[in-house]
């Protein structure tokens, strides 16, 4: 299976910047897509960016030009830059990662618990 945790998320001020971390472990074959999610309170949750293995990258408009997704295949682990935060920045990020394992030879989705990231004077 695939265990996904998050780290980096905290309180900052408009116009700040944070970095968020993801690590992948357990039984991996592969990782093809790596991303950011978003849910804001009393929101659906909407994606931020997302990240093939190849390095091709996808954003969602309202953070285009801000947000900068990476990753390291050779750790598992992707990373979100988060820069020129605005208040409506603030919500819970969730990392996801497309994936086949030692046991498993299709594709599945995997979740992290999700980081709090608080935007706020």
């Known amino acids: 299976q695939v265990q996904l945790v998050e780290s980096g998320g905290g309180l900052v001020q408009p116009g700040g910047s944070l970095r968020l971390s993801c690590a992948a472990s357990g039984s991996i074959f592969s990782i093809y897509t790596m991303g950011w999610y978003r849910q804001a309170p009393g929101k659906q949750r909407e994606l931020a960016a997302t990240?093939?293995?190849?390095?091709?990258?996808n954003y969602a408009d309202s953070v285009k030009g801000r947000f900068t997704i990476s990753r390291n295949n050779a750790k598992n682990t992707v990373f979100l830059q988060m820069n020129s935060l605005k208040l409506e920045d603030t919500a819970v990020y969730y990392c996801n990662a497309l994936a086949t394992t030692a046991v498993v030879q299709y594709q599945t989705n995997h979740w992290g618990q999700g980081t709090q990231v608080t935007v706020s004077s």
């Open positions: 990240i093939t293995r190849g390095g091709s990258t």
